[in-house]
């Protein structure tokens, strides 16, 4: 059994349909790349799986357990750990606080945190509306990690970034696939750094999916159909 399941999910904005039929599966210590051109579902289908959005039909199990009806922060609590579109930290806290705010016990710590991104422990007392772009993403995700998940969904964690902060977060991105258990699902359009950390893929296309294969299959004819200008 996949540790998370998404099968056949529709979801919808109110009387405005977003998903369709969007299914993919991930195990622990994968990372699956969700891709699409802007406005197919991705993010919607980000939200849903972290119970953001409610389901109109399909099925979503995380571990086993089936997610439909529960809150948001049941989902984040059974270790489901979300880097958002937009990082939104927390503007007024300082970068110690917006990590423990949601912290909960495990491996992932102050000091761990700092190994992995070493300028959020030398800004630890500023506040995050101080910090650059990248130092923010930075923060996101080490907010994210410290909530101890055992899946962590980057929802576009590199777009509008300079070229040596992107580098600097997929190589975070890929330190974390080498050295933890996690399950990992990325959202983003960087192809030549999702075919370097990516096991799988699954595009979608007008809410559905409309390709899902192990990342190396990926050609060019497919990315031309589905991701191309």
């Avoid at 959005?53 to 997610?67: C, V």
């Avoid at 945190?113 to 101080?130: C, G, H, M, T, Y």
């Avoid at 070229?163 to 696939?177: D, F, H, N, Q, Y």
Wanted: aromatic letters at 4%.
């Amino acid at each position: 059994m996949s540790f998370l399941t998404v099968n056949n999910i529709a979801a919808s904005y109110g009387a405005t349909q977003a998903l369709f039929d969007v299914s993919l599966t991930l195990n622990e210590g994968e990372v699956l790349a969700l891709m699409g051109r802007n406005g197919m579902g991705k993010s919607t289908t980000v939200k849903t799986i972290c119970q953001m959005l409610p389901l109109m039909s399909g099925e979503i199990t995380f571990d086993g357990q089936n997610l439909g009806g529960l809150a948001s922060h049941q989902a984040a609590r059974m270790g489901i750990g979300l880097v958002p579109e937009g990082r939104r930290c927390f503007p007024n806290l300082t970068v110690h606080e917006n990590l423990i705010a949601a912290a909960r016990k495990g491996h992932w710590d102050l000091h761990t945190v700092a190994n992995l991104f070493p300028r959020l422990a030398e800004r630890k007392d500023q506040s995050a509306r101080q910090l650059s772009g990248g130092e923010q993403q930075m923060l996101a995700i080490g907010r994210a990690l410290m909530t101890n998940p055992r899946l962590l969904i980057l929802d576009e964690a590199t777009e509008g970034l300079a070229p040596l902060v992107r580098r600097e977060i997929w190589s975070s991105i890929a330190k974390l696939k080498r050295e933890t258990g996690l399950a990992i699902l990325v959202v983003d359009k960087s192809l030549k750094e999702l075919s370097g950390i990516a096991d799988k893929a699954v595009i979608l296309e007008r809410g559905t999916s409309v390709w899902s294969a192990p990342m190396s299959d990926l050609t060019e004819g497919i990315t031309a159909k589905y991701l191309g200008v």
